[in-house]
């Protein structure tokens, strides 16, 4: 008799999966990849980063899933591994900054990021996401995260509590302030393209 992997529950995915039966941890995997992903690339606003913290991710729920506490929302505890794995990338993405700087003859880093939207991008709607998701991506670690759990994700404001660690007023006034920051980044933005239009 085969097992319909769409029918469980996240908990009797996790047990399953703890028990060795692969298919288990993979419908997990596809349940929770495209939000995983989402998380990630707001945090990073680089899709490719985004795929690599994505993969530590789920390796790294793999490993811990034996302490994952089927009472809890799944992707409130992904989400946590996730936000720890792009802190992780944050981190050293600064020393790598640091030391580019300090290496480089000419005081330039090797590698300039373009902000520009990728090549392939051609609609609108998809260069005002990239535009909004590169302005996410520049904003505090704790103003993004919040915005990034609550508004893109979806979790409530008590779960994304629990997965940052604080309470539900400082999630409230986090958010106020990550969406007061994004709408000022995002208006000063537009003001310098349409001067140089």
């Known amino acids: 008799m085969s097992l319909d992997w769409t029918s469980l529950t996240d908990g ?8 060795g039966r692969q ?49 809890r929302s799944m992707k409130a505890w992904l989400s946590t591994i996730a936000i720890n794995k792009c802190r992780d990338w944050g981190r050293k993405r600064t020393v790598r900054r ?7 003859e000419d005081g330039q880093a090797d ?32 103003l993004k995260e919040v915005l990034v759990l609550r508004t893109i994700e979806g979790l409530s404001q008590a779960e994304t509590a629990e997965v940052l660690g604080v309470s539900q007023k400082a999630i409230e006034t986090r958010l106020y302030r990550a969406r007061a920051r994004l709408i000022e980044k995002l208006n000063v933005a537009q003001g310098v393209s349409s001067r140089l239009a």
């Open 23 to 71: 298919a288990a941890f993979a419908e997990i995997m596809r349940r929770y990849r495209q939000p995983v992903f989402r998380l990630a690339r707001a945090c990073t606003g680089e899709p490719d980063e985004a795929l690599d913290l994505v993969q530590e991710t789920f390796v790294a729920a793999h490993q811990a899933l034996s302490r994952y506490d089927a009472q």
């Open 111 to 142: 590698a300039v990021i373009d902000d520009g939207p990728a090549t392939d991008t051609t609609v609108a709607d998809r260069q005002e996401l990239d535009r909004v998701t590169r302005a996410i991506a520049t904003l505090p670690m704790n």
């Open 98 to 104: 640091f030391f580019s700087f300090a290496i480089s």
């Open 12 to 19: 009797e995915l996790a047990t399953l999966s703890i028990a």
